[in-house]
């Protein structure tokens, strides 16, 4: 897998972003979607931790109400993150980055210190 940077006139501004930042966790971002991704999810999640009482009427499982509500945060914003992946990400790339993780990490940590320092 071929990593490389698509500036052409380097700045001292992306000098020193790519210097302080992970490749790995850059990539990771931009495949999931980005920003609209983790707006989906906080939207979702926050929408899962409101109406908690609304859908769990039924039965409550012998469990609090701050317990549902994060259970239901949680499966919110992993809802989020899924469907935000396939509708604005590239999963496929997802999918790649996080099974083959630590290769890449090792790969993209001596790209960063060769090129960056």
């Known amino acids: 897998m071929v990593w490389r940077d698509n500036e052409v006139i380097f700045t001292r501004r992306t000098e020193r972003q790519r210097a302080n930042g992970s490749i790995y966790r850059n990539h990771v971002y931009k495949s999931i979607g980005g ?31 701050w317990g549902r509500m994060a259970i239901l945060m949680v499966v919110g914003a992993q809802f989020g993150q ?17 099974m083959n993780g630590s290769l890449y990490k090792k790969e993209m940590n001596e790209y960063k210190k060769a090129y960056y320092g």
């Open 82 to 98: 899924f469907f935000g992946t396939f509708a604005w990400g590239n999963p496929s790339e997802y999918w790649n980055l996080k």
């Open 35 to 65: 920003l609209p991704t983790c707006f989906l999810s906080f939207a979702t999640a926050a929408a899962g931790a409101w109406y908690h009482h609304k859908i769990w009427t039924c039965s409550h499982f012998g469990l609090p109400t």
